[in-house]
């Protein structure tokens, strides 16, 4: 069955908006933070990993974004490119802002953590009329991301890029991608999140990020069914709800719940898991793939990006998730 139609005759694939930033990974693992001397450099933000992790799938993808005038903001511009991601729409900022960086920790495989730097940062400054409605409109698909949503003038953006989409009838996705840190309070996140998803035909997001959504209303057993069905009655084609190690479902207006055969790992570290998982996901469905196949191929995805070091590096070829499933089913990956 077909639950997503995706529009024929555009020059894009995938587009993205929000956050552009810095990851700095720690390379020496298994101890805090405190003890680390050196880190590694990546390009990070989860849609700019989603949006590599589409292009090394072989899709012709855009990304919309701002950087910061100095080497962190060239050196995000010119990874995008040798990505083959088009950076029309990357603008440079020019008031002083800075790029965002993420420190992470990885204290063992299954304890990591992140530590952001974000204030003044640059991706926050993009405006809605620094948004190109052209890039949209040669879209199959826009994806938005909630940090993005999370100050002005980048708030005003993402909601002028969804006007946009919906003109010219993107898909469009909403990675929930909640980071508590960069809002005033719950109250504005849930009130925005909430005017986001209703324009969004697939939405993606933890079991946690979804409560955060329903602060204002009445669901005190976290029904799955509960929060999927209210999208129904917007825009959503498939809401997906991830419960960690316990697997993803994804709901459809029909009342189903699909889930998908997970895979085992070399786990060195958790982060980097829900941004090639998205992009799996999003390959798969965008193939014409069953719901179930696309979460098999986002789980495999995930998994590798988990047993390495980086995120935006480890995103893998759609042949490397292919070998991946292949092997895992032959027995020759087993859980770490």
Same mark, same amino acid.
């Given at each position: 069955m077909t639950y997503v139609t995706f529009p024929t005759g555009k020059s894009l694939d995938f587009t993205a908006i929000g956050r552009l930033c810095i990851d700095l990974n720690a390379n020496e693992i298994n101890r805090p933070m405190e003890e680390t001397m050196t880190f590694t450099k990546y390009v990070g933000g989860s849609p700019a990993n989603i949006t590599i992790g589409m292009s090394r799938f072989g899709l012709k993808t855009a990304f919309i974004g701002k950087i910061a005038d100095d080497q962190m903001g060239r050196f995000i511009a010119d990874y995008l490119q040798k990505n083959h991601i088009d950076t029309t729409n990357v603008v440079t900022d020019h008031t002083g802002a800075v790029t965002g960086l993420a420190f992470t920790e990885i204290k063992s495989p299954t304890e990591c953590s992140i530590l952001m730097?974000? @204030? #003044?940062? &640059? @991706? /926050?400054?993009?405006?809605?009329?620094?948004? =190109?409605? !052209?890039? $949209?409109? =040669?879209?199959?698909? /826009? /994806? +938005?991301s909630g940090t993005a949503l999370a100050q002005s003038p980048s708030r005003e953006a993402v909601f002028q890029a969804l006007q946009y989409a919906k003109k010219h009838g993107a898909v469009i996705v909403f990675d929930l991608d909640y980071r508590p840190y960069t809002w005033v309070s719950p109250e504005e996140t849930a009130a925005y999140y909430n005017l986001a998803a209703e324009k969004c035909d697939i939405i993606l997001g933890t079991r946690e990020e979804f409560d955060m959504m329903e602060r204002f209303e009445a669901n005190p057993e976290h029904? @799955? #069914?509960?929060? *999927?069905?209210?999208?129904? !009655?917007?825009? *959503?084609?498939?809401? +997906? $709800?991830?419960?960690?190690?316990?697997?993803? +479902? &994804?709901?459809?207006? !029909?009342?189903?719940g699909h889930r998908a055969q997970s895979f085992p790992a070399k786990v060195v570290k958790t982060f980097g898991a829900g941004d090639s998982y998205a992009a799996g996901f999003l390959y798969g469905v965008m193939q014409g793939w069953t719901l179930e196949k696309s979460m098999e191929f986002g789980s495999a995805a995930a998994c590798i990006v988990i047993s390495s070091h980086s995120c935006s590096d480890a995103m893998p070829s759609a042949e490397a998730v292919h070998d991946y499933i292949e092997r895992c089913n032959g027995g020759e990956i087993t859980a770490s």
């Open positions: 730097y974000r @204030d #003044n940062a &640059a @991706d /926050l400054r993009l405006t809605a009329e620094e948004v =190109q409605e !052209d890039i $949209i409109a =040669q879209a199959k698909v /826009l /994806l +938005i029904s @799955d #069914n509960v929060t *999927a069905s209210k999208w129904f !009655d917007y825009s *959503a084609k498939i809401v +997906i $709800i991830k419960h960690g190690k316990d697997g993803s +479902i &994804a709901y459809t207006k !029909d009342g189903e």
